[in-house]
C-alpha cells in the first residue's frame, strides 16, 4: 500500500461514494454528523480503492458498512499482490541460498523478507544451517508476525498514527489534526 497522506481534497467525491451507499442502502438512516465523520475518517484513502471498495461491499452484504469495513477492504484491493505470502517469500530465501552464499548479500522484492531472515537468526545463520524445515517453519512464523504488524500499521488512521508517535515520544498534552485535544 503506497504511504498514504491527507487527502482532504477527496472530500466531495467520499460524499458521493457515501450518497451511492445510501442509495444502495435505502432503510439505513445516516445522521449528518455520522457522514461528517465517515468523511473524516475516510480522507486519507485514495478515491479509486474507497469507490472499489464501497462497490464491493454492496455486492457482499445487506448492510450499510461500517467506516473499518470500508478501509480495510480499501487496503485490501491496494495490497493485493504486493507484499508475498509467506511460503513465496521462503522461496526467494531458498532461491538466495542457493545462488549467494553466506558471504553474498541477498536480494529480495520486499524488505519484510530481509526482517523475517534477521528475526530468525540472519542471513549467516540460515547459510550454516542444516536444518531446513525447522528454518522454514521459523521464517514463515516471523514473515506473517512482521507482515500482520506491517498491514496493521499501514491501515492505521492517521489521527492514531499521530497519537501514538506523540505518546511513544513522551508528550503528555498534544492538539491532534482535527483540533481535538489529547491528555
Given at each position: 500500500m503506497p504511504v498514504l497522506e491527507d487527502r482532504s481534497d477527496n472530500r466531495q467525491e467520499i460524499l458521493k461514494v457515501l450518497y451511492g451507499l445510501a442509495a444502495a442502502y435505502p432503510t439505513a438512516n445516516i445522521p449528518e454528523e455520522t457522514?461528517?465523520?465517515?468523511?473524516?475518517?475516510?480522507?486519507?484513502?485514495?478515491?479509486?480503492?474507497?469507490?472499489?471498495?464501497?462497490?464491493?461491499?454492496?455486492s457482499e452484504s445487506k448492510w450499510f458498512p461500517a467506516?473499518?469495513?470500508?478501509?480495510?477492504g480499501a487496503y485490501d484491493l491496494c495490497e493485493e499482490g504486493r507484499l508475498p505470502l509467506a511460503y513465496e517469500a521462503w522461496e526467494q530465501v531458498r532461491k538466495q541460498l542457493l545462488r549467494v552464499g553466506h558471504t553474498g548479500k541477498p536480494v529480495f522484492?520486499?524488505?519484510?523478507?530481509?526482517r523475517a531472515v534477521e528475526g530468525i537468526g540472519g542471513w549467516r545463520y540460515l547459510?550454516?544451517?542444516?536444518?531446513?524445515?525447522?528454518?522454514?517453519?521459523?521464517?514463515?512464523?516471523?514473515?506473517?508476525?512482521?507482515a500482520g504488524q506491517a498491514r496493521s500499521d499501514a491501515r492505521m488512521?492517521?489521527?492514531?498514527?499521530l497519537l501514538a508517535e506523540r505518546l511513544r515520544a513522551g508528550s503528555p498534552r498534544k492538539e491532534l489534526p482535527d483540533g481535538s485535544k489529547v491528555e
Open positions: 457522514i461528517k465523520l465517515y468523511v473524516n475518517l475516510l480522507a486519507d484513502l485514495p478515491i479509486d480503492a474507497l469507490r472499489a471498495a464501497s462497490l464491493k461491499h454492496i467506516i473499518s469495513e470500508l478501509r480495510a522484492t520486499h524488505d519484510l523478507i530481509l547459510c550454516m544451517s542444516v536444518d531446513t524445515m525447522a528454518d522454514r517453519a521459523r521464517f514463515v512464523d516471523a514473515y506473517d508476525r512482521y488512521l492517521p489521527q492514531v498514527k
